[in-house]
Antibody
């Protein structure tokens, strides 16, 4: 079955760019009917959707983060990546990659998730 | 700003009891756009319910979803030991935008 795994640095300095990769196993990001997404959760707060990417490279981002976020296909065809620029302590969170399932053209739910990776922004 | 409010924050019950978790939206939501997830520490979140009432693949029938308008409910009919976890509701908005509630922690009494 399809599994997702996040990877990347656990510590990023303020003002730098946070970079994470999600590796998809048991499936392909080129599969139709799915978006590939990032979600984060700061400690004690609700999950926040960051953005999503289709296999064509088309993207949608949370307006609150749009100016700092890039989601794209990774160096391997079964990877996609997240870049978040100009980070501050407020970006400290557990970051999850997730697959968004589409039905009849509506892509509403996250049907498969990674386990998450903790990223701390600190000097 | 669209907000999902989950209650209670913590629910303490014993195995075999019935659990009722609430998710209230700040605006009317199409039932097609409400989902519920289960999350255990150190594990990937798991999709339980989509379209407010439909169980995801492999989800036991003791889990059920209901509701409409602004009020939605996840019910676990008879708690099993493995059901103690944090539960989140999520709404899909057509911008697109995905919004989550803060979660209900279901703990063993």
């Amino acid at each position: 079955q399809v599994q997702l795994q996040e990877s990347g640095p656990g510590l990023v300095k303020p003002s730098q760019t946070l970079s994470l990769t999600c590796t998809v196993s048991g499936g392909s990001i080129s599969s139709g009917n799915y978006y590939w997404s990032w979600v984060r959760q700061p400690a004690g707060k609700e999950m926040e959707w960051i953005g999503r990417m289709y296999s064509t490279g088309s993207t949608n981002y949370n307006p609150s983060l749009k100016s700092r976020v890039t989601i794209s296909v990774g160096t391997s065809k079964n990877q996609f990546s997240l870049k978040l620029s100009s980070v501050t302590a407020a970006d400290t969170a557990v970051y999850y990659c997730a697959r968004v399932s589409c039905t009849a053209g509506s892509c509403r739910v996250f049907d498969i998730w990674g386990q998450g990776t903790m990223v701390t922004v600190s000097s | 700003e669209f907000v999902l409010t989950q209650s209670p924050v913590t629910l303490s019950l014993s195995p075999g009891e019935r659990a009722t978790l609430s998710c209230r939206a700040s605006q009317t939501v199409s039932i097609n756009y409400i989902a519920w997830y289960q999350h255990k520490p150190g594990q990937a979140p798991r999709l339980l319910i989509y379209g407010a009432t439909f169980r995801a693949t492999g989800i036991p029938d003791r889990f059920s979803g209901s509701g409409s308008g602004t009020d939605f409910t996840l019910t676990i009919s008879r708690l099993e030991p493995e059901d103690f976890a944090v539960y989140y509701c999520q709404q899909y908005g057509t911008s697109p935008m995905y919004t989550f509630g803060r979660g209900t922690k279901l703990e063993i009494k």
